[in-house]
């Protein structure tokens, strides 16, 4: 079974940066894919991006293309979520997830594992 640990979540101002960092443990981390989610109430959860195995892919939604970065270190058992230029619509509580299948996915349902989510305010 995979642990999933997330950190770095908080309150910003619009055009602020804030990193999201989630450890795995329990698991080979280089085994999975790694997934960004996010989530306000009243919607369903919304895929971010995403990290292939070894870090050479990543997928963005069009949302967040070019203002946020999904990064691993695998020697650290660690995805990374830095985003930049954030905006008010940006608010949510995100979650990392990890996926063992062969492609990246967008969806929640092809993940298996999750962290525990944090929440991302962005005051304007």
């Known amino acids: 079974q995979v642990q999933l640990v997330q950190s770095g979540g908080g309150l910003v101002q619009a055009g602020g940066s804030l990193r999201l960092s989630c450890l795995a443990s329990?698991?080979?981390?280089?085994?999975?894919?790694m997934g960004w989610f996010r989530q306000t109430p009243g919607k369903e959860r919304e895929f971010v991006g995403a990290v292939s195995r070894s870090g050479g892919s990543t997928k963005y939604s069009d949302s967040v293309k070019g203002r946020f970065t999904i990064s691993r270190d695998n020697a650290k058992n660690t995805v990374y979520l830095q985003m930049n230029s954030l905006k008010p619509e940006d608010t949510a509580v995100y979650s990392c997830?990890?996926?063992?299948?062969?492609?990246?996915?967008?969806?929640?349902?092809?993940?298996?594992?999750w962290g525990q989510g944090t929440q991302v305010t962005v005051s304007s």
């Open positions: 329990g698991g080979t981390f280089s085994r999975y894919n």
């Open positions: 997830a990890a996926d063992s299948s062969l492609t990246i996915w967008s969806i929640a349902a092809e993940y298996d594992y």
